[in-house]
């Protein structure tokens, strides 16, 4: 297949920007970054997403891809050479989305809720509702990795991805919050797993650094100590 | 062993759009299954609580004894094993990604809409969420234009997977239309959609999968009426 221009809108601290660079970086498909400002979107974005106006957005030739699992999805549709993003086995692809689905829908948003929460009792009981979630992604952990280093198996696919790419801000959450979320003793596998993912040199591209982000995190919060 | 020998359940209900899908599905690729009614409102089953012990929902698809969960991701899941017979998913990468999108706003941004609804407090309130509806409309009649390049459906000649999870909603549609007084798909307003939902309502896939609109009717006030009294 001949290469056509290939532009991510996104912007460096955003999970879900990091999966769609995280999926082209593994099948070795060069592209423009485009860096969108979050708090003022460009007119490239809103004409790119008039639909949701949000990041990310993958365009490919004249066609616009949103929404990250769908674009995901679509870099292995579109690009079948190189390494498989989903897995082959129809249940597999199944529980690859589901899970991918559940990180995203149950998971992941309360991570920005616990930095969010004001009082002892509300930041409690989030993190009795994150902890409880990983035990659930540690049994998804050993179901579909059976034993090998990532939910992928032997190579990183996925779920990978998508729980991979929430690793940066889990990470500034627990410094920010003074509490640790991922735990050897708890969820062992999972813990061991997300060593791996952080030193792989994939995401080690990708991700952003802790350092950074919490510069970020503190930035916003000025900001918005500064408009109450 | 070919997918038709293996037993095939459906755990779901007549009243809920997620489990119509999944059925307009299973009947578009003439997959021979067994149907089971849960009772997803109250007292889930212990079955129920096996197959889906995460989101303890209905609808699963239990397939050679594996569960299947979460309604877009089972139609996914049967085009990918019965092969035979009409495609659910286009072929083409962006079309797979167009239908993808629109499914995903359908479930997670519209119908949300259309459930605020029942809570609008005083007709102002309506009158804000009946615009909200009435702007997503707009929106997938655009969509429809674009998906159906001039053919009947959402999928061109043939139901797709818009098209299925799109009409799910009709019980639903006509219910709030007529408990609100409003009529939502309207020939001038979305002529698009409006031809497209006279057609996939006369299509074989939705015989005998739909509930009577009495029917949804009566189900509506009776949860309704244990809301408020539970409240």
New interface residues.
């Given amino acids: 297949m001949a290469t056509r221009d290939v532009k991510l809108l996104g912007t460096w601290s955003c999970p879900y920007v990091n999966r769609v660079q995280l999926a082209l970086k593994l099948k070795s498909i060069e592209y423009k970054f485009i860096e969108d400002n979050p708090y003022n979107r460009s007119d490239i974005l809103v004409k790119n997403n008039p639909?949701?106006k949000k990041i990310p957005v993958l365009i490919?030739g004249n066609?616009s891809?949103?929404?990250s699992?769908?674009?995901v999805?679509?870099i292995d549709?579109?690009w079948p050479i190189g390494p498989s993003l989903l897995p082959s086995d129809?249940?597999d692809?199944?529980l690859a989305?589901?899970w991918a689905?559940?990180t995203d829908d149950n998971w992941y948003p309360l991570i920005k809720m616990l930095r969010q929460a004001e009082g002892k009792e509300e930041k409690e009981a989030i993190i009795a509702k994150l902890t409880q979630g990983l035990i659930?992604l540690e049994d998804a952990f050993v179901i579909c990795g059976k034993g090998k280093d990532y939910f992928g198996g032997e190579n990183i696919g996925y779920i990978d991805i998508v729980l991979g790419s929430s690793l940066a801000w889990l990470r500034v959450t627990e410094i920010v919050v003074g509490v640790q979320l991922l735990d050897h003793t708890r969820t062992p596998g999972l813990a061991k797993w997300a060593e791996r993912v952080i030193s792989n040199d994939v995401f080690k591209d990708v991700l952003p650094e802790t350092k950074k982000l919490l510069e970020l995190h503190e930035k916003i919060q000025a900001f918005i100590k500064s408009s109450t | 062993m070919a997918p038709s020998d293996v037993k095939v359940q459906l755990l779901g209900s007549w009243a809920s759009p997620f489990s119509i899908r999944v059925q307009m599905g299973l009947k578009l690729k003439s997959v021979e299954h067994e149907f089971i009614e849960e009772n997803f409102y109250s007292n889930k089953s212990d079955r129920l609580l096996k197959a889906n012990p995460?989101h303890k929902k209905i609808p699963v698809l239990i397939?050679s004894q594996?569960p299947?969960?979460?309604s877009l991701?089972?139609l996914?899941?049967i085009d990918?094993?019965w092969t035979d017979g009409p495609s659910i998913l286009p072929s083409d990468?962006?079309e797979?990604?167009t239908a993808?999108?629109w499914t995903?706003?359908i479930d997670q941004?519209w119908f949300p809409i259309m459930k605020e609804l029942e809570k609008a407090a005083n007709d102002e309130a309506k009158a804000t969420v009946i615009g909200k509806v009435i702007e997503g409309l707009v929106?997938l009649e655009a969509a429809f234009v674009k998906c159906s390049k001039g053919k009947s459906f959402f999928g061109g000649d043939n139901v797709g997977y818009i098209d299925i999870v799109l009409g799910s909603y009709f019980g639903w549609i006509k219910v709030l239309e007529s408990v609100g007084g409003l009529k939502l798909l309207d020939g001038t307003r979305t002529p698009g959609l409006a031809g497209w939902a006279e057609r996939f309502l006369s299509h074989n896939v939705v015989k005998d999968v739909f509930p009577e609109p009495s029917k949804l009717l009566e189900f509506y006030m009776m949860v309704k009426a244990a809301r408020v009294s539970s409240a």
Avoid: N, S
Wanted: with cysteine; charged share 25%; hydrophobic share 40%.
């Fill in positions: 639909v949701l490919h066609k891809v949103c929404e699992l769908v674009i999805q679509y549709d579109a129809a249940y692809r199944a989305r589901f689905t559940y659930v | 995460i397939h594996k299947i969960c979460e991701l089972i996914e899941y990918e094993v990468p962006y797979r990604a993808r999108f995903t706003y941004t929106l």
